[in-house]
């Protein structure tokens, strides 16, 4: 598998961390393309449990390169916290390496946001106040400081010095804030973080097509989702990097052709945190099953993830946006006790049937989900390790999802840790 691309189907914390850890065995290379420390991707390996932010997850497998991608944003204290975190659990993270062309995460990026959400009131995005959105539009405008202005102090002050201008007058004026100085933060960034940080600066895109030009296996790890891509996602209500498996190109620097197996992580019924759209939420004691028993918690935030039933409408949305060639079902363990289980399989807008994403931000609020239901298998799953151990009623929602969205199944988890993976033929 030369190039893997590793992507969430629905709303985040679908278990890509999990799916990559295992995978981080046989590759040789992971990449993460996209996001900041707005992700929480967790790995179980028997007792112990890692929760990685930064860091890609094929940090615990000492011989595999885990690269923190150009497309991805970097809070320097953010990542130093859980290299020392890993260390200290006795994880060595020298294979670790970070783009030069990542743009930095700063202070007042992280300030803003936080501000900004408090502008928002209750129109807010419900987002992980990590900065992660105003760094995104400092690229865009393009003044935004890059990991590599590090290696150059007198261009680090320069550009921070233009922009600090414009962002402490909004600090000032709009919210009666006294910001940071530049010298406060060059202190920190030039004296601190650049001496700690500067082994670990590569140019990863050469470093990337080396690995692949010598035949090596490379997984581009997605953080968020699908439905959280500022393109393509349920806008406003996403994050600001297109988690999409395209995004690994531009967020890695390789073309399509690189791209060989492109994995959908899919939970086996639904998440979402924060604000925004949710046809098939649910509010009853079904959903705060899915809470309980699914430890549905956000990792990094700990806010109480929304619960809801499976839609197939988003996942064949999904093998389209991504091109998925197979899907990863995550979770299943988490319906063992249901009698029955709704999956959605189209909406219904305006009276009318919809098999497809209604474009239109309005006909996703009004969509009514129309269900099919299937039987539930009760019984424990999750000490199975094959297909055939399955209950044949779970089997069959796993075909029935797959039908569904028009991929096949190449993996099915039932429980959080490594070896509660079956692997389908
Ligand atoms: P990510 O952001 O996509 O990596 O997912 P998170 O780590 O935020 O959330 C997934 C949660 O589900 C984590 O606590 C995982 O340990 C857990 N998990 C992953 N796969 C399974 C599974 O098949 N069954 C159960 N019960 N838990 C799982
Ligand atoms: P992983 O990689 C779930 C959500 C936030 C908010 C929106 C915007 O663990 O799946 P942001 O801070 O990115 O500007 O917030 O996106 N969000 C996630 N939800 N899993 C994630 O990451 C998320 N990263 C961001 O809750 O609704
Ligand atoms: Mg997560």
């Not at 969430?8 to 295992?22: F, R, Y």
């Not at 979402?272 to 990792?299: N, W």
């Amino acid at each position: 598998m030369p190039g893997t691309v590793v992507v969430g189907t629905q709303w985040g914390d679908e278990g890509k961390g999990k799916l990559t850890d295992i995978l981080a065995e046989e590759v040789d290379m992971v990449v993460r393309y996209q996001g900041g420390h707005n992700a929480g991707h967790t790995i179980v390996v028997g007792e112990q449990s890692f929760a990685v932010r930064l860091v890609p997850s094929g940090v615990l497998h000492p011989g595999t390169v885990n690269v923190i991608g150009n497309g991805v944003v970097v809070d320097p204290r953010i990542l130093f916290g859980e290299i020392d975190t890993l260390e200290a659990r006795g994880i060595d993270t020298s294979n670790l390496v970070v783009s030069g062309n990542a743009h930095l995460v700063m202070p007042y990026h992280q300030e803003l946001d936080v501000l900004f959400e408090r502008h928002l009131g209750k129109n807010k995005l419900g987002t992980t106040k990590g900065g992660i959105g105003p760094t995104y539009a400092d690229k865009a405008l393009r003044v935004g400081l890059r990991v590599q202005d590090l290696l150059d102090p007198k261009i680090f002050r320069e550009k921070l010095e233009v922009v600090l201008k414009e962002k402490n007058a909004i600090l000032a004026k709009v919210y009666n804030r006294l910001g940071p100085t530049a010298d406060d933060i060059c202190d920190e960034y030039l004296g601190e973080i650049a001496p700690r940080l500067k082994p670990r600066i590569v140019d990863s895109v050469n470093l990337i097509h080396e690995a692949l030009e010598a035949g090596k296996d490379v997984m581009f790890e997605g953080a968020q989702a699908t439905f959280l891509d500022l393109d393509h996602g349920t806008y406003p209500f996403v994050t600001s990097s297109n988690p999409v498996a395209g995004g690994a190109c531009a967020g890695a620097g390789v073309g399509p052709r690189h791209l060989d197996r492109i994995i959908g992580i899919t939970k086996a019924y639904l998440t979402r945190v924060g604000s925004g759209p949710f046809p098939t939420e649910l509010f009853d004691d079904i959903g705060d099953g899915f809470v309980d028993r699914g430890h549905e918690y956000g990792v990094n935030t700990k806010r109480r993830r929304r619960p809801g039933w499976f839609d197939s409408v988003m996942l064949r949305q999904a093998a389209r946006l991504n091109s998925l060639t197979e899907i990863f079902i995550t979770k299943l363990d988490i319906l063992d006790p249901l009698p029955t289980i709704k999956v959605c399989v189209a909406y219904e807008i305006d009276g009318k049937r919809v098999t497809h994403m209604p474009y239109h931000q309005s006909d996703l609020h009004n969509a009514v989900p129309i269900y099919d239901e299937r039987p539930g298998w009760q019984s424990d799953t999750s000490s199975c390790t094959t297909m055939e151990e399955l209950p044949a009623a779970a089997r069959d929602y796993i075909l029935f999802l797959a039908e569904q969205g028009g991929v096949p199944v190449s993996y099915v988890g039932v429980g959080p840790e490594r070896k509660q993976t079956i692997r389908v033929a």
